[in-house]
Nanobody, 119 residues
Framework: QVELVESGGGLVQAGGSLRLSCAAS????MGWFRQAPGKERGFVAS????????YYADSVKGRFTISRDNAQNTVYLQMNSLQPEDTAVYYC????????????????WGQGTQVTVSS
């Protein structure tokens, strides 16, 4: 059973920063997705099991950074220069091998953590 536990969400003013964490029960390829009210869940960033390959959505490039601590089986999403449009529930996802942008390819999901950016 794969367990993913997210933390680090909260309320922040525009221009601020937050760091999300996702602790996994093992070492997996990991992705971050987000879902705003009334919208589909969309890709944010992902990282291969080795940590050597990363992908970012265009909307977060240069502002968000995905990283991992393999000793802790934890993946982080550092979010800087946050804007109100970044407000969403953020989910981490895991797969044995897949680390791309397609949410349907991830087999395991966390419970989500709310990020709210005020203007």
């Amino acid at each position: 059973q794969v367990e993913l536990v997210e933390s680090g969400g909260g309320l922040v003013q525009a221009g601020g920063s937050l760091r999300l964490s996702c602790a996994a029960s093992g070492r997996y390829a990991m992705g971050w997705f987000r879902q705003a009210p009334g919208k589909e869940r969309g890709f944010v960033a992902s990282n291969s099991r080795s940590g050597l390959t990363t992908y970012y959505a265009d909307s977060v490039k240069g502002r968000f950074t995905i990283s991992r601590d393999n000793a802790q089986n934890t993946v982080y999403l550092q979010m800087n220069s946050l804007q109100p449009e970044d407000t969403a529930v953020y989910y981490c996802a895991a797969d044995i091998n897949y680390s791309g942008t397609d949410k349907s390819a991830y087999n395991y999901w966390g419970q989500g953590t709310q990020v709210t950016v005020s203007s």
